[in-house]
Nanobody, 125 residues
Framework: QVQLVESGGGSVQSGGSLRLSCAAS????????RGWFRQAPGKQREGVAA????????WYADSVKGRFTISQDNAKNTAYLQMNSLKPEDTGVYYC??????????????????WGQGTQVTVSS
């Protein structure tokens, strides 16, 4: 089992920045992929960014490319999502996730067995 605890959400004005953190504990050696997802009110949960444990590969949704950066500190078992140039459409609950496998579509939620509790991000115009 892997436990994920997120922190760092909040409210910010359009153009501002936030950094989310996701600390993992438990069977972290089983993790093959770590990701960030978000869910806006009335919408489906969507993948935002993902990274392999070694940090050698990263993926981003088109909507956040050039604005968001995913990274991780393996010594701390913590993944980060740096969000810059935030827009109102980035508003939602952000979830970190981890899983033991990667498939062709990295944002397939079936890849992720473990989920954090979610943290609210609100961007006002």
């Amino acid at each position: 089992q892997v436990q994920l605890v997120e922190s760092g959400g909040g409210s910010v004005q359009s153009g501002g920045s936030l950094r989310l953190s996701c600390a993992a504990s438990g069977a972290t050696s089983s993790i093959a992929i770590r990701g960030w997802f978000r869910q806006a009110p009335g919408k489906q949960r969507e993948g935002v960014a993902a990274i392999t444990p070694a940090g050698s590969s990263t993926w981003y949704a088109d909507s956040v490319k050039g604005r968001f950066t995913i990274s991780q500190d393996n010594a701390k078992n913590t993944a980060y999502l740096q969000m810059n140039s935030l827009k109102p459409e980035d508003t939602g609950v952000y979830y970190c996730a981890a899983g033991p496998r990667i498939t062709y579509w990295v944002f397939d939620r079936g890849n992720y067995n473990y989920w954090g509790q979610g943290t609210q991000v609100t961007v006002s115009s």
